[in-house]
């Protein structure tokens, strides 16, 4: 059988090889073909007898057989395509018989060019209208899409697709219900028609048609092939057969097929081309990921602006009334989620009402309680678009799907989904992908998923049809599930973790490190579930949320949300008469409110805390209330109560065996001792401090006192180990993901870096510092980095910059009520209105700061601000009285230590003797200041020592053997160098 089978095939071949030659012979002598009769009659003869495998082995000689010569020309081909359609999906080697179909001259395609030409030739009918007149019909795209708007980048993917002899093209657009895949694919369409002209057609498979189910694969092929072959009784009977001839018939031709709505691959498949330089559009609410050759375009919802104008060109009129009817269309779109379908029938209402107006319409929609409700236009409704969606779903991914409309957050993983629908993670997970699979929820992180807000509303008007006591159950096991990870989560952040916190174990949160990832990433979902618990009347829930969050929100913020929780708790423990947890929030809402600055309501917070814990004797409770309370009273300039309310502390904690509060009460003390300028005993008891947290183990105090270690350093004129401290605590706090912490040690390395004369370094820690600040909400930090950064810049000559950042920060001070940092900045204001010769403004400016050093008690400030002003002096002709004011600063630093100030004092002083004729008794003065700015190694040093130099040879006698003469004068001494930055003050009075 084999080798009869072999025989067969050589025969076949060679016949058909014969009709080539008469062919050609014929062509040259009358320029006529050959009877397609004769051809039809070799088919009959051999085709249905010679199997394609056998057929193929020949062609490609992988049986060692002799060569039969390769199909050139479209009448061969054409014979072979009746071979490959009556054994179609049977050819292991399918590319290569698809590479013999594609083999016709160009020149000849439209001759014979698939089987319905054969069955006409066997049977000696005249051949049916030509190619091009059958293709002429081929154009099914519906009308353009006159209001298209924006899409530019997929639509730009999309006509790339149709590059030149890009053989067979597939791209998948999907996307959620609405969001304009349809559209899109039209547009583009369109656009593409006049490169296709064998056809452009728009295929309809009717996955989410009301009404009708979707199309079947074999029917669509059925429609397809009735254009083509003529009459039904031509078309095969099943589908692969009909998917074989629809392929033929695609065959050599540049066609553009849209197959819309698609349900699946499956759908999809049989109606691919299989060769030539076709481009397939394929639409799907579901993500085709088992079309492996197509490339996939995931559609989003509009960007803002696009969406707008979208609305603007459906509505057919502009905006008007100087803006406010653009900030209300914004509000509508961004209502409806910015959602094609939800702002075109929302625009369409205004369409078609032209007395109403843009504010009406908007004024209705924002007011409205269901905007689902108002999103309609006939039969077409946003929520009946979701409908067909969740009508698709198994019933089990219908319930966690209406779960998902109960969850308060905005996004959802895996766990959450667990307990939510009370099922297993493993199967969470698979659940969830199903659904983002489908367009019903979005990625926004690896595992992490959310709803679009119609989406989400729609869920939850489904889920209020579910029983209460179902929604109760599944409402309850959620909280449940975010209070235990956050009390997990809390045992590794806060130094005083509440009970349940530390009673509380979590598998996965077994580290610091793990814990803040894990409140990082819920935060917004830990503060929407505290809102739903508060407002449906959960207040134990609510108190055992804000605690576990205490310790994070502390450190990482952002606190005006923070300061909103701890409002909220103090209520609900009141409401449930929980004595202890009031306290506890009072005392976590007061130190919120010391680090958003309110220091009064700080206090009068941790007093009634305090008073509270005293009532139900709960001494580590008082201990906690008394530490913060000791904090806002430093920050608030009283150290004598301070320093009473930390002593208090500390007895209590070492009663109690608490070495972590402990050791937060003697870093207090060494603060305030800091503040008040004993810096021997400041080191002493921080270093006290150092210890307890060594051998605690924890690494977050202990940044904290290498960095107030730093300061004293920094005060005692140690630059170098003040930095070396410094950056020990940045390391630790960025170790830790302590945000605040780094961002204040950011700080004081740029300051640093400007007292050393490194500007241009600074501008590195100072810009991180101040993009954390910002990201924490803390605007007090957010004023030190900006007057850091401005002195950065004008110490590098860039005034106009420096000023600048300058007045930001004194502005935000001055909201904050912060006058002792504002006298600082005033300070540096003038210092720079005296470089530029703005002598009047530079005036007001230091007289000014001046006046808050002295209400404020900052002698050390004090001494700073004379200096400042007796520079003004020195420029404005007023040396006499400029040496006084340098001479009070003199003997203000000799009773508060500052080194720095006390050179910029003797060199100012060294200044006007030279100007009123004593340069010899300058040269000490001169001698004394370089001296210091050496020891401190201030960028002051060099221009000091020149000046020294220059004074030096001004009074050296110029005959060294000869009488004395007069001294040279030196001449007028230069304009004062700009210092390089005032002393710091307390950068870390929030960590």
């Known amino acids: 059988m084999g080798e009869s089978m072999d025989q067969r095939a050589r025969a076949f071949y060679e016949e058909l090889r014969a009709l080539e030659n008469r062919a050609r012979a014929a062509r040259r002598a009358a320029g006529q073909g050959y009877s397609r009769r004769e051809v039809g009659r070799a088919v009959r003869k051999y085709g249905a007898e010679v199997s394609a495998q056998r057929v193929s082995d020949w062609l490609s000689d992988t049986a060692g057989r002799a060569k039969v010569p390769s199909p050139g020309s479209s009448e061969q081909v054409w014979a072979l395509v009746r071979l490959?359609?009556?054994?179609?999906?049977?050819?292991?080697?399918?590319?290569?018989?698809?590479?013999?179909?594609?083999?016709?001259?160009?020149?000849?395609?439209?001759?014979?060019?698939?089987?319905?030409d054969a069955r006409h030739a066997e049977r000696g009918e005249p051949r049916p209208a030509s190619s091009s007149s059958a293709v002429a019909s081929l154009r099914t795209l519906p009308r353009d899409v006159t209001a298209f708007t924006g899409r530019n980048r997929e639509l730009d993917r999309l006509v790339a697709a149709a590059g030149p002899a890009r053989g067979v093209t597939v791209r998948t657009v999907d996307g959620m219900p609405g969001v304009g895949k349809t559209a899109l694919v039209t547009r583009a369409a369109h656009l593409l028609a006049d490169r296709f002209p064998d056809g452009q057609m728009f295929i309809r498979l009717h996955a989410h048609t009301p009404g009708q189910r979707p199309a079947e694969p074999a029917e669509v092929l059925a429609a397809l092939l009735a254009g083509v072959v003529g009459a039904a009784q031509q078309i095969p009977v099943d589908l692969d057969s009909r998917a074989a001839l629809w392929r033929a018939h695609l065959a050599g031709r540049r066609m553009l097929l849209v197959l819309d709505d698609a349900v699946d691959h499956a759908q999809v498949e049989p109606l691919l081309p299989a060769i030539g330089d076709c481009l397939v559009l394929v639409t799907s609410r579901r993500r085709l990921v088992a079309m492996e050759s197509a490339t996939p375009l995931s559609l989003e919802i509009l960007p803002q602006r696009q969406a707008a104008e979208l609305f603007t060109r459906l509505t057919h009129r502009a905006a008007t009334d100087s803006g406010t009817d653009a900030d209300m269309i914004d509000e509508m779109v961004r209502l409806c989620g910015r959602l094609p379908l939800a702002i075109s029938l929302l625009a369409g209402r205004l369409a078609h009402h032209p007395a109403w107006s843009i504010a009406q319409l908007a004024s209705d929609f924002i007011a409205a309680r269901d905007r689902l409700d108002e999103l309609h236009a006939g039969d077409r409704t946003v929520a009946a678009a979701f409908e067909l969606s969740y009508r698709d779903l198994p019933l089990d991914r219908q319930r966690l799907f209406r779960?998902?409309?109960?969850?308060?957050?905005?996004?959802?993983?895996?766990?959450?989904?667990?307990?939510?629908?009370?099922?297993?993670?493993?199967?969470?997970?698979?659940?969830?992908?199903?659904?983002?699979?489908?367009?019903?929820?979005?990625?926004?992180?690896?595992?992490?998923?959310?709803?679009?807000?119609?989406?989400?509303?729609?869920?939850?008007?489904?889920?209020?049809?579910?029983?209460a006591e179902d929604r109760d159950r599944a409402t309850a096991r959620l909280l449940d599930h975010y209070q235990h990870r956050a009390e997990a989560a809390d045992r590794h952040l806060s130094l005083s973790p509440s009970p349940s916190s530390a009673a509380a174990f979590d598998e996965e949160l077994t580290s610091r490190e793990r814990a803040l990832t894990w409140m990082h990433a819920e935060r917004a979902n830990l503060f929407a579930c505290a809102d739903h618990a508060a407002t449906t009347g959960r207040h134990a829930r609510v108190v055992r949320l804000a605690a576990a969050m205490t310790a994070f929100l502390h450190q990482e913020g952002p606190w005006q949300q923070a300061a909103a929780l701890q409002g909220r708790a103090v209520a609900a423990a009141a409401a449930a008469g929980d004595r202890h947890g009031q306290a506890s929030a009072l005392t976590a809402l007061g130190a919120v409110r010391l680090l958003t600055n309110d220091y009064a309501a700080a206090?009068?917070?941790?007093?009634?805390?305090?008073?509270?814990?005293?009532?139900?004797?709960?001494?580590?409770?008082?201990?906690?209330?008394?530490?913060?309370?000791?904090?806002?009273?430093?920050?608030?300039?009283?150290?004598?109560?301070?320093?009473?309310?930390?002593?208090?502390?500390?007895?209590?904690?070492?009663?109690?065996?608490?070495?972590?509060?402990e050791a937060e009460a003697l870093t207090e003390l060494g603060f305030i001792r800091y503040r008040t300028n004993d810096y021997p005993e400041a080191a002493e008891l921080q270093a006290r401090a150092l210890t307890l947290y060594w051998d605690?183990?924890?690494?977050?105090?202990?940044?904290?006192?290498?960095?107030?270690?730093?300061?004293?350093?920094?005060?005692?004129?140690?630059?170098?180990?003040?930095?070396?401290?410094?950056?020990?605590?940045?390391?630790?706090?960025?170790?830790?993901?302590?945000?605040?912490?780094?961002?204040?040690?950011?700080?004081?390395?740029?300051?640093?870096?400007?007292?050393?004369?490194?500007?241009?370094?600074?501008?590195?820690?100072?810009?991180?510092?101040?993009?954390?600040?910002?990201?924490?909400?803390?605007?007090?930090?957010?004023?030190?980095?900006?007057?850091?950064?401005g002195r950065a810049q004008v110490s590098a000559g860039n005034h106009a910059t420096g000023v600048e950042l300058l007045e930001r920060a004194l502005e935000l001070l001055r909201r904050l009520g912060d006058h002792l940092h504002e006298a600082y900045v005033l300070t540096w204001l003038g210092?720079?209105?005296?470089?530029?010769?703005?002598?009047?403004?530079?005036?007001?400016?230091?007289?000014?700061?001046?006046?808050?050093r002295r209400e404020l008690g900052d002698a050390r400030g004090e001494a700073e601000a004379l200096n400042a002003l007796g520079d003004l002096l020195v420029e404005s002709g007023g040396a006499d009285e400029a040496r006084a004011r340098y001479e009070q600063a003199l003997r203000l630093t000799a009773a508060v230590p500052n080194p720095l100030e006390e050179g910029r004092a003797?060199?100012?002083?060294?200044?006007?003797?030279?100007?009123?004729?004593?340069?010899?008794?300058?040269?000490?003065?001169?001698?004394?200041?370089?001296?210091?700015?050496?020891?401190?190694?201030?960028?002051?040093?060099?221009?000091?020592?020149?000046?020294?130099?220059?004074?030096?040879?001004?009074?050296?006698?110029?005959?060294?053997?000869?009488?004395?003469?007069?001294?040279?004068?030196?001449?007028?001494?230069?304009?004062?160098?700009?210092?390089?930055?005032?002393?710091?003050?307390?950068?870390?009075?929030?960590?």
């Open 403 to 467: 779960r998902i409309g109960l969850h308060p957050g905005p996004d959802i993983d895996a766990r959450a989904a667990a307990a939510l629908d009370d099922i297993s993670v493993a199967r969470a997970r698979r659940e969830l992908e199903a659904l983002y699979t489908d367009h019903l929820i979005d990625e926004q992180a690896p595992g992490r998923y959310r709803p679009h807000d119609l989406v989400r509303a729609y869920a939850r008007v489904l889920a209020s049809r579910d029983p």
């Open 84 to 116: 490959w359609s009556h054994w179609a999906g049977e050819v292991p080697n399918e590319r290569y018989w698809r590479t013999l179909l594609d083999q016709a001259q160009p020149a000849e395609r439209g001759r014979a060019t698939g089987p319905a």
């Open 906 to 991: 003797l060199e100012g002083i060294s200044r006007c003797k030279e100007l009123t004729g004593a340069p010899t008794e300058a040269l000490a003065d001169i001698r004394g200041a370089v001296g210091i700015y050496r020891r401190l190694g201030a960028a002051e040093v060099e221009p000091a020592a020149r000046r020294l130099a220059g004074l030096t040879d001004a009074v050296r006698p110029t005959d060294p053997d000869g009488p004395p003469g007069p001294a040279a004068s030196p001449g007028p001494p230069g304009p004062p160098n700009l210092p390089t930055a005032p002393p710091t003050d307390d950068r870390s009075a929030h960590n």
């Open 696 to 789: 605690l183990g924890d690494r977050h105090g202990e940044a904290g006192v290498l960095s107030r270690l730093g300061f004293v350093r920094f005060r005692t004129g140690d630059y170098p180990a003040a930095a070396a401290l410094q950056d020990r605590a940045r390391l630790i706090y960025w170790e830790l993901g302590a945000r605040q912490g780094e961002a204040n040690v950011l700080t004081e390395l740029g300051h640093i870096e400007i007292v050393s004369g490194r500007h241009a370094a600074a501008d590195e820690p100072l810009g991180r510092a101040l993009a954390l600040y910002r990201d924490l909400g803390d605007r007090h930090g957010e004023a030190d980095a900006l007057t850091e950064l």
């Open 831 to 852: 210092r720079v209105r005296t470089v530029t010769g703005q002598y009047p403004e530079a005036t007001e400016l230091l007289r000014r700061s001046l006046s808050l």
């Open 603 to 661: 206090l009068e917070l941790e007093e009634s805390a305090l008073a509270l814990y005293r009532e139900l004797d709960d001494r580590h409770g008082e201990a906690r209330a008394l530490t913060v309370r000791g904090r806002v009273l430093r920050l608030l300039n009283e150290y004598p109560a301070a320093t009473e309310s930390q002593r208090q502390a500390l007895t209590l904690q070492r009663s109690l065996g608490d070495r972590h509060g």
